[in-house]
């Protein structure tokens, strides 16, 4: 992913300014007719979290991604399409998008979401060490 130049110090002193506070997810967006509006939160090798605010209508057309996505309804409903399968969520619910399926978005209402993108690749099975006695 490429940045414009200065993109990402704009992003940093942004973030500084909403680290450590408590935030209102609803409210990190304002609505904006006839668009969509994002705002990065995050923005790490690992991974990106991303507000958005959708107006009614509108969306994202059906592409891919090489990593994994976590989508988290914060305000009203959308309908998200995964290779081909339909899912209609609503506030407080999430769904996760695999890497390389085919996916896709409609705000049935005005609605907003967190999208948060792991860029990590898997490595093969992970296994956790105890330290059971």
């Known amino acids: 992913m490429g940045c414009l130049p200065g993109s990402k ?3 940093e002193d942004l973030n500084a300014t909403i680290a450590a506070k408590i935030l209102r ?3 990190l967006l304002a609505y904006q007719g006839d668009a969509v509006v994002g705002r990065t939160l995050v923005d790490k090798e690992a ?10 209508g509108q969306g ?4 891919t991604a090489p990593y994994d996505a976590l989508v988290i ?3 009203v ?5 995964i290779s081909g399968e339909s899912f209609h969520l609503r506030e407080g619910e999430m769904i996760i ?5 085919p996916h896709a978005l409609k705000a049935i209402t005005k609605f907003k979401m967190i999208l948060i993108m792991i860029r990590a690749k898997y490595s093969g099975a992970h296994t956790h060490e105890t330290n059971d006695r």
């Open 97 to 101: 998008m695999r890497a390389n399926k």
């Open 77 to 81: 409903e959308v309908e998200i399409e």
């Open 60 to 63: 994202l057309s059906e592409h």
């Open 47 to 56: 991974g990106t979290v991303t507000a958005f605010s959708f107006d009614s």
């Open 9 to 11: 110090k704009v992003n």
């Open 73 to 75: 309804v914060v305000d």
């Open 25 to 27: 997810l609803k409210e």
